[in-house]
C-alpha cells in the first residue's frame, strides 16, 4: 500500500477507538473521576504528640503520687521509731526513781551520822543533776491546784492555810519525762470532797 493508504487507515482506527470509547460512556452513564488519595496513616504527627504528652503527662502523677506516698511512708516510719526510743528511755528512767526516793528516806532519817549524810545528800544531788539533763522534770506541786492527770491524791481534808481542791502536801514527787508522764506525785488535797480521779488507783 501507499503511505496516503496508511494514514487513512490509522484515522479510521483511531476514529473507531473514540467512537468506542463515547458508546461504553454513554451505555455505562458513568465518566471517570479523579484518582483516589492514597490511604492516609493512622494519625497525624500532632496527633501522636498530643498522645505522647498525656501519657508523659499521666507518668508524671503517678510518680508524684508514689513519691507522696513514700514520704508519708518515711515519715510514718521516723515518728513509730522516734516513739519507741522515748519508751525505752522512759522505762529505764522509772527505775532510777527508786534510788532517787531511797535516798531521800536516808535524808529524813533522823540517826543518820554527819558523814553519811553528806554522801548522801552529795548522791541525791547528783542523781537529780543527771535525770534533768536528761529531760526529766520533777513534780513539786504543793500550793498547786490538784491535776488528776499529774497528781494522785493519797489524802483528802481540810488544811489550814489552804484553800480547797489545792495540794497541802507532796507525800512524795511526780516526774516527766518531755511530755510523757513517768509517775504522778502523791499528794494530800486540801478540803471539800474528792473528785472521782482524786484517790484510789495503784501507787506507782
Known amino acids: 500500500m501507499s503511505a496516503g493508504s496508511n ?7 483511531l476514529s ?37 504528652r498525656r501519657e508523659v503527662a499521666e507518668l508524671n502523677q503517678a510518680l508524684l503520687r508514689r513519691r507522696a506516698d513514700f514520704e508519708n511512708y ?13 519508751e525505752a528511755e522512759a522505762s529505764l528512767l522509772r527505775q532510777l526513781l527508786g534510788t532517787v526516793d531511797n535516798l531521800e528516806r536516808a ?10 549524810r553528806e ?11 543527771l535525770l ?4 526529766v522534770e520533777a513534780l513539786d506541786p504543793k500550793g498547786q491546784r490538784f491535776d488528776p492527770a499529774e497528781h494522785q491524791a493519797i489524802l483528802h481534808e481540810p488544811v489550814t492555810g489552804f484553800e480547797p481542791g489545792t495540794v497541802a502536801e507532796v507525800l512524795r514527787k511526780g516526774f516527766r519525762y518531755r ?6 506525785a502523791l499528794v494530800k488535797v486540801a478540803g471539800g470532797e474528792p473528785g472521782p480521779d482524786a484517790a484510789g488507783g495503784d501507787v506507782q
Not at 7 to 13: K, L, Q, S, V
Not at 76 to 82: A, C
Not at 107 to 116: H, I, S, V, Y
Open 107 to 116: 535524808l529524813l532519817a533522823q540517826d543518820a551520822g554527819p558523814a553519811l
Open 132 to 135: 534533768e539533763s536528761l529531760g
Open 16 to 52: 473507531g477507538s473514540a467512537a468506542a470509547t463515547e458508546e461504553a460512556t454513554t451505555e455505562t452513564g458513568l465518566e471517570p473521576g479523579p484518582a483516589e488519595p492514597a490511604p492516609a496513616g493512622e494519625g497525624t504527627p500532632e496527633d501522636e504528640l498530643a498522645a505522647l
Open 179 to 184: 511530755d510523757r508522764l513517768l509517775r504522778p
Open 74 to 86: 518515711r515519715k510514718r516510719v521516723e515518728r513509730d521509731r522516734g516513739t519507741a526510743a522515748v
Open 7 to 13: 494514514g487513512r487507515n490509522e484515522d479510521i482506527e
Open 119 to 129: 554522801g548522801v545528800v552529795l548522791t541525791h544531788r547528783e542523781l537529780l543533776g
